[in-house]
């Protein structure tokens, strides 16, 4: 078996294969909306000279609270059933995701990017932590490395399709990617 083919081990696995393809769609779709709502908030400010303050915000309140739920909820996150987590967090975010194309103002993106990015900083951690319980030891590595190679193609093709279907195409989509998840996670 070739070093490529047996990185590809752990997707022979139906319980993380699932999660592998929960966590692409979810990444994906996560990384498309963020450009979005970058490109919707400069939308509706275009005519404010705060422009680069509201983009700002909606980018730290996209990423940071996935750092601050790691640093100061990680212990909690290890007590809670996962796979719950994973399902609240993903009905949270599509919620949001069908919410934004009404939102009346920036302030209302800002706010509701905020609760997507708390969203996805209880997600990610209950993903990595669960994988222990759905491969065995030796395949741990592989099954990492699978995840962490989700993520990175993420960054790649997420922002590209964010920017050319713009953000009410995109929030659909990121909605839809939630639901497909949740599926893919019960």
């Not at 987590?85 to 009404?102: H, N, R, W, Y």
């Amino acid at each position: 078996m070739s070093t490529f083919t047996s990185q590809l081990v752990p997707l022979r696995l139906p319980a993380f294969r699932r999660l592998f393809l929960a966590t692409l769609g979810s990444s994906v779709g996560t990384l498309m909306a963020a450009v979005a709502l970058t490109l919707d908030v400069q939308e509706r400010t275009k005519n404010s000279p705060h422009t680069g303050l509201w983009v700002m915000a909606v980018l730290v309140v996209e990423f940071l609270p996935t750092v601050i739920v790691g640093l100061l909820l990680g212990p909690l996150l290890d007590r809670l059933q996962r796979r719950a987590l994973m399902i609240a967090a993903d009905a949270i975010g599509g919620g949001v995701f069908v919410a934004l194309p009404f939102a009346p103002n920036a302030g209302a993106v800002v706010a509701l990017a905020f609760v997507a990015g708390l969203a996805t900083g209880f997600f990610r951690p209950a993903v990595y932590a669960g994988v222990p319980n759905l491969v065995e030891d030796e395949l741990l590595p592989n099954a990492n490395a699978l995840l962490q190679t989700v993520e990175n193609l993420s960054w790649t093709v997420g922002p590209v399709l964010g920017a050319v279907a713009g953000p009410n195409i995109s929030y659909a989509i990121n909605a839809a990617s939630f639901l497909v998840s949740i599926a893919l996670v019960v």
